[in-house]
Structures are given as C-alpha cells and as structure tokens.
C-alpha cells in the first residue's frame, strides 16, 4: 500500500485479556518502529525491527509486551495479560534505511482501551 | 542522554501572523532533527527535518526551521499561518548515540490558528 496500514483502529479490551495489533509497513522498508503514545504525551519508543531481526526491545515496557516481524515485513505487536495503563494508542512507524537522517513514516495508530 | 524540550504546550496565533514553535535538545554528537504534526485520530505526519547543511531547512505545507547548534534549537515557523495549520506538533531527535534505533519525540505543543 501506500502507506502504513494499522489494524485495528480501535480495541476495547478487558482486564487480563491477550490483544494483538497489527502493522503492514511500506512496501520495501527496511526498519519498522513501535512506539506508545498516551494520552497528551509525545510518542514514546518500544521496539525497532531491521528486516526480520528485532535489534532493540529496550522501550518495552514489561514482559507481557511482545512484537514479531517473522518475514521482514509484517509486524505484530501482542500485550498478554492486558492492564489499564497499557491503554494508549501504538504507532507503527517503517523507514526506507536504518540510516539516521532517514525520516519515519507513521501509520494511523491502534488505540488500546483497557476496562 | 539524549532528550528534547517543547517549553510551550499551547501556542495561539492568528491567522496570516506568523508562527514559531520552540523545540530545544540534548545529544551527544551531531543532532539529527525532525518535526512532525499530528492532526486529530491521526498519525504523525513527517514536516521536515535537519541532518547537516543549511542551518535553515524548508519542510512540507510552507514550514520551516532553523537549526542553532549554538542554543542547541530547532525552532519551528512559518510566515504566515493558516486555520488549517492548528495541529499537534512534535519535535523529534536522533544522535549517534541513540543510533537509528530511536527517535526522541518531544512532548508536542498545540497549535491553534485563531480565525
């Protein structure tokens, strides 16, 4: 696609439930970001694929966080055991290099909310 | 560390005035800069951004900003200013000691045209 496709929008999600987001990058984009913006905050990094090889899973903030890109170009991000602080929306963002002037392209974001 | 400081929240202008929007930053190294907007249940949509050069770089939709490594600054403006410019806007840097894996967004400051 043209873009970068997130899906879903939008999840509603009860305490202790498993959610899966999804993020299609740019076709042919080498790097693939996640980051965690909540409410009135600046986005705030996860995890950084290159290719197929997840390189930093620093900004993650629990083990209950997980993210695949098993061929390199979709991803998905998973919370376990989701809490009410995991509510935000998670930006997928994808980069054409892993150079650092290359500029981020961003999906719609899925907003999490967690009951 | 690396870090980046939006001072204001909110900024209001009105229409045809022109606008400037703060960012300062932290990083070891040379800066590499970015702004970003983000209008309403949307992503954050690339604006422009600084690698090496010209200390004033042009963007998308008419903005610019001016790199003072002196004041360690990127400050975001634009001449003349349109309703359609009320926004949230984001200061972003990478360093080499982040390496490509990171960007550092700021905390965004919202931009409000005033008819």
């Known amino acids: 696609g043209a873009g970068v496709s997130q899906s879903p929008r939008y999840k509603v999600a009860k305490r202790g439930q498993d959610v899966a987001l999804r993020c299609d990058p740019i076709s042919g984009h080498v790097s693939l970001f996640w980051y965690q913006q909540a409410l009135g905050q600046g986005p705030e990094f996860l995890t950084y694929f290159q290719n197929e090889a997840q390189l930093d899973k620093s900004g993650l903030p629990s083990d209950r966080f997980f993210a695949e890109r098993p061929e390199g170009s979709v991803s998905t991000l998973k919370i376990q055991r989701t809490q009410q602080e995991d509510s935000a929306v998670y930006l997928c963002?994808?980069?054409?290099?892993?150079?650092?002037?290359?500029?981020?392209?961003f999906g719609e974001g899925s907003r999490l909310t967690v009951l | 560390a690396q870090s980046v400081a939006q001072p204001e929240d909110q900024v209001n202008v009105a229409e045809g005035n022109p606008l400037t929007v703060k960012c300062t930053y932290s990083v070891s190294g040379n800066p590499y800069l970015f702004w970003y907007v983000q209008y309403p249940n949307r992503g954050l949509q690339f604006l422009l951004k600084?690698?090496?050069?010209?200390?004033l770089v042009k963007g998308s939709y008419g903005f610019e900003a001016e790199f003072n490594k002196s004041q360690t600054s990127f400050h975001l403006k634009k001449p003349s200013a349109l309703v359609s410019d009320s926004a949230l806007y984001f200061c972003?840097?990478?360093?080499?000691?982040?390496?490509?894996?990171?960007?550092?967004f700021g905390t965004g400051t919202r931009l409000t045209v005033i008819p």
């Open positions: 600084y690698i090496t050069g010209d200390n």
């Open positions: 963002a994808s980069s054409i290099s892993g150079a650092l002037g290359g500029e981020l392209f």
């Open positions: 972003a840097v990478r360093g080499l000691q982040t390496g490509a894996n990171n960007l550092f």
